[in-house]
């Protein structure tokens, strides 16, 4: 009998964490698409990309709409004509393929705001706002109908994945948003500039980092669903 507790015990630690990483993960990733009222119309940039992409509405973000991925996924982020002065986190819609922040009253965007957007492709500015991380980060960029547009974003890797004047040996470069790029060490390297050779010790850093994030995970779970019943 004993035996058999020790057995359930990993499956139930498991899941309990995984519960409480996507309930959390569902309460964080959705607040950007509440960040203005309404909801993504049909006649918008967004509204005609989700309609493209096959997606489903949720307030102001498009999401993908199907079984195979995350269900929350976000494809695209409508936060046009809300009154927006300032843009200072946008990360719940990292996943983003189109954003459109066009008329609104924004003095200027810190880059920062878009770094590990990866997938993003397409932005719609208010004209006097510079395209994040650049013309040079994107193929293409123009002022059309009082609007800025940034499209097709480049890759500031070269085709090798490799970046010898900013990542340092035994590495690899990686896109990590609109003119950022993230440094890998590769296989075998690991530690400060790569620099240590070797197997991660992956027990002795990730063993304690498991165990606290599922007990903060659980308390954010517990958080958000004593402000939902309040609410």
């Known amino acids: 009998m004993r035996a058999g507790c020790c057995q359930l015990k990993p499956a139930v630690v498991i899941f309990i964490f995984n519960l409480c990483f996507y309930a959390s993960y569902q309460l964080t990733e959705l607040q950007v698409c509440s960040l203005c009222n309404g909801t993504v119309l049909n006649g918008t940039a967004v509204g ?38 300032h843009v200072e986190d946008l990360q719940g ?43 040079a ?14 499209q097709g974003q480049r890759n500031v890797c070269n085709q090798t994945g490799q970046m010898s004047l900013n990542c ?4 690899l470069c990686a896109p990590y948003g609109p003119g950022f790029f993230e440094c890998s060490c590769t ?29 903060i995970s659980i308390l954010l779970w517990v958080t958000q ?4 019943k309040s609410v």
């Open 48 to 85: 005609q990309f989700c309609t493209s992409s096959a997606g489903r509405t949720d307030g102001r973000c498009c999401l993908r709409n199907d079984n195979t991925s995350t269900p929350e996924y976000i494809i695209g982020l409508d936060l046009s004509n809300c009154s927006l002065a």
């Open 93 to 135: 819609a990292s996943t983003a393929l189109m954003i459109d922040l066009s008329l609104n009253p924004i003095v200027s965007i810190n880059d920062s705001v878009f770094r590990g957007f990866i997938e993003l492709n397409y932005m719609i500015l208010p004209p006097n706002i510079l395209c994040p991380g650049g013309n």
């Open 137 to 150: 980060s994107w193929e293409k960029v123009e002022v059309k109908e009082g609007n800025r547009l940034c």
């Open 168 to 171: 340092p040996e035994n590495s």
């Open 187 to 215: 296989d075998n390297y690991h530690g400060y500039k790569c620099l240590r050779e070797g197997g991660f010790p992956a027990v002795q850093v990730f063993g304690p980092l498991g165990a606290s994030t599922v007990l």
């Open 225 to 228: 669903r004593r402000k939902a």
